[in-house]
């Protein structure tokens, strides 16, 4: 049985042990040091224009997205000479972790030598085991770590060290924790690099996004944010990198492994794949949407909504048609009243009614519409493991993975809000034909294309499309899923580039689609387009 954890609170600068004395403290002096004295220096990197050495790098990211698989690699090409040419002892501190359960088996997935991996061990006067409190402990982590000769310092979860006291939120508080290490890493040659999260809002500035004060940020010298697209692709960015040339993205994904235990069993772990650079940055994945373009695609879905339902619905069919599309009901609730949307009670619940007013609604109480594609009529039917990029001994660098490893997907990272409806509940309409096909419309081809070139999946796509601009997970969205389980394909990218190759479909920025009408159609065949 292992030994309590001792968390006795103590006074976070006194935290560590003082040898009793009798002498009076020193009294503390102030010099002026002529700037000519000071001995300049050149900034090393131990990963370029990602972790600068003699500073804290913070990895950032949302639970669940594999952060410490990332931090793992790190480590492991650290021990191994993958980083600087040459191996170099690390320091691992996890606490949210079994060390023999999960970091262990972990590191020799991710080929790291364990022999130079050190794991930290907290023993208290008392003899009981206990956790590193910093700063309190700032003068036995130094020691430590210059009897290990130890250059690289993990700390997974970078909070967890923090003293009790303190609090994550405070920037006092968390500059009392980070200056002191900061300081250590300039003092010892070493690098910090701690983990933190992400809250659960949205936005392009990560700084804004680390749980806790804006201090995290300011203080660490570069902070990779970690991301993940639609399709599941992990992409690392130095969205912070005060010292840094430029902005570096790198995309990966997460493999898994067998690796064998200790005591003659296996155990399955991540292993992370890193990709090539790409011009995608993690801070464009970390909102779903551009808030504009959210509130106008919300919009459309509930008056797409509404109409077909004669003008009004219970609000609790609303809320699922924009949860089907991946959207925050929030943004509904704010704008409703600008949409047009009144509200009222009644003995079923909440119902939500249209202003025949909105234009929406006077354009389908016409029978039809002109939203971008062609008018139609409105029936009431419907339809190999690669590494990071690292200095070599000239002092040149080099991006070590190979060109052929390219990410090709993975596990999809769970990026749902776990407040949302999760399994099937994201998924149950009212109409059997999904969320918002409520319009009815059926793809007005060009007259000179062939529709019986046409397979299911396209025309159900195109007739998808017909309403306004979707990127693919609002198009999923669309459908239920027994009927994507019937288009036989995990993705839609594909089918969506074909149709765009085919003049059929459009691809606007940020990754949305659109309908291509008759006329765009015929211009660009042409133009030889």
């Known amino acids: 049985m292992s030994e309590p954890i001792d968390n006795t609170p103590m006074n976070p600068a006194t935290s560590a042990p003082q040898p009793p004395t009798t002498e009076l403290a020193p009294k503390r002096r102030i010099d002026l040091i002529p700037a000519s004295q000071i001995k300049s220096e050149h900034l090393d990197w131990l990963i370029p224009n ?8 913070l990895l950032a990211g949302r639970e669940g997205l ?213 011009n995608r940055s993690a801070s464009d994945l970390l909102v779903s949407h551009d808030d504009d373009d959210d509130r106008s695609e919300a919009e459309l879905i509930v008056v797409d909504f509404l109409t077909s339902q004669g ?75 690669g590494h990071i990029p690292h200095p070599t001994n000239d002092g040149t660098s080099r991006d070590v993975p190979d060109k052929a490893s390219q990410v090709t997907g993975g596990p999809r990272a769970n990026i749902d809000d776990p407040t949302d409806p999760t399994g099937d509940d994201q998924h149950k309409q009212d109409d059997p034909t999904g969320s918002f096909l409520q319009s009815g419309h059926d793809y007005a081809h060009d007259p000179t294309d062939d529709p019986a070139g046409l397979s299911d999946t396209e025309q159900a796509i195109l007739s998808a499309l017909c309403g306004y601009p979707m990127n693919v997970r609002t198009l999923r969205g669309c459908f239920p899923q027994a009927q994507l389980a019937d288009f036989g394909v995990d993705d839609l990218t594909p089918v969506l580039d074909g149709l765009v190759h085919r003049g059929l479909a459009k691809e606007e920025p940020k990754g949305r689609y659109v309908l291509e009408s008759a006329q765009q159609h015929t211009a660009r065949r042409e133009q030889g387009q």
């Open 50 to 57: 990602w972790v600068p050495h003699r500073s804290i790098t």
């Open 311 to 385: 003008g009004s619905a219970p609000a609790n069919d609303v809320r699922k048609q924009i949860m089907a599309a991946g959207l925050t009901w929030k943004t509904v609730q704010n704008n409703r009243k600008r949409w047009g949307v009144n509200t009222t009670q009644r003995e079923g619940g909440w119902v939500w009614t249209l202003e025949q007013a909105h234009p929406e609604a006077m354009s389908r109480a016409r029978g039809s519409r002109d939203v971008g594609c062609e008018q139609v009529d409105t029936p009431k039917s419907r339809p190999e493991q």
């Open 66 to 278: 594999g952060k410490s698989t990332i931090a793992s690699n790190i480590a492991a090409q650290a021990t191994t000479g993958g980083l600087t040419g040459k191996p170099i002892n690390v320091a691992y501190v996890a606490t949210e972790d079994s060390l023999s359960i999960t970091v262990k088996p972990r590191l020799v997935a991710a080929g790291a030598d364990l022999n130079r991996v050190r794991l930290l061990n907290v023993t208290t006067d008392a003899g009981r085991t206990g956790a590193l409190s910093l700063p309190g402990d700032i003068h036995l982590l130094a020691d430590a770590l210059k009897t290990n000769d130890v250059k690289l310092v993990i700390l997974d979860a970078a909070k967890s060290a923090m003293h009790s006291s303190l609090d994550g939120y405070r920037d006092d508080d968390v500059r009392q924790f980070l200056e002191p290490l900061a300081s250590l890493c300039d003092d010892l040659d070493i690098v910090v690099i701690g983990l933190v999260h992400f809250g659960k809002r949205e936005s392009t500035d990560p700084g804004k996004l680390i749980l806790g004060s804006i201090a995290w940020s300011q203080i660490a010298r570069s902070v990779l944010s970690v991301a993940v697209d639609d399709e599941g692709t992990i992409v690392v960015t130095n969205t912070k990198g005060n010292l840094a040339p430029k902005q570096v993205s790198r995309e990966a994904r997460i493999e898994s492994v067998t690796v064998d235990t200790d005591d003659d069993k296996a155990t399955e772990v991540g292993r992370i794949v890193w990709g090539n650079e790409t």
